[in-house]
C-alpha cells in the first residue's frame, strides 16, 4: 500500500468529479454546436483542448489503483484506459484532433460524439458511486475511536 485506502478513494473521487465536470462541459458545446450557437471550429477547438486533462486524469486513477493493490478496480479501469488512448492516439491524418471541424457534420458524427459523452458519463457516474462506497468502507474500516468499557471516559479521538 503506498497511499492509506481514504486518500486513495477520496483522490478518486476527486478526479472522477474533474472528469464529470468536463463531460458536462462536452455535452453542452456539442448541444450548443447542434443548435448553431457556436461554430464548428470553435466547439472543435474547446473539446480538443480538453482529451488530454481527461486522458491524464483516467490515467492517474487507474495506476494509482494499480500501485495501491486495489487490482478488480484496476481491471475495470483498464478497458476504459484501452479507449481513451485509441481514441487519443488514432486521430485521423489531416485532422485537427478527435474532434474535427470539416468532419463534425459528416456521416452523423455529431450524433456519434454526443452518444459516446453520454457513454462516458454512465461509466464515470456509475464508478463516481463505486468510489463513494469503497470511500466509505474505508473510513468505517479498523476501529476509528478508541472505544473501551462502558465505564472508561474517551478523552480522544
Known sequence: M?????????????????????????????????????????????????????????????????INGQILLFLFNLPM??????????VPRGNSGAYDPAEI????????????VMIYIIYYLLFFFIYVYCFILALLKGDPINRGSDDDIVTEI
Not at 468529479?17 to 453542452?28: K, T
Not at 484506459?81 to 488514432?90: D, G, K, M, Q, R
Open 81 to 90: 484506459f484501452i479507449w481513451l488512448t485509441f481514441e487519443y492516439f488514432t
Open 105 to 116: 457534420y459528416n456521416r452523423g458524427q455529431l450524433k456519434k460524439h454526443l452518444r459516446d
Open 2 to 66: 503506498i497511499l492509506a485506502e481514504t486518500l486513495l478513494f477520496s483522490l478518486a473521487l476527486v478526479d472522477i468529479c474533474g472528469i464529470l465536470f468536463v463531460l458536462v462541459y462536452y455535452i453542452i458545446t456539442l448541444s450548443d454546436l447542434e443548435c448553431d450557437y457556436l461554430n464548428a471550429q470553435e466547439c472543435c477547438d474547446n473539446l480538443n483542448y480538453w482529451l488530454l486533462p481527461k486522458y491524464i486524469a483516467h490515467c492517474f486513477v487507474t495506476f494509482l489503483l494499480l
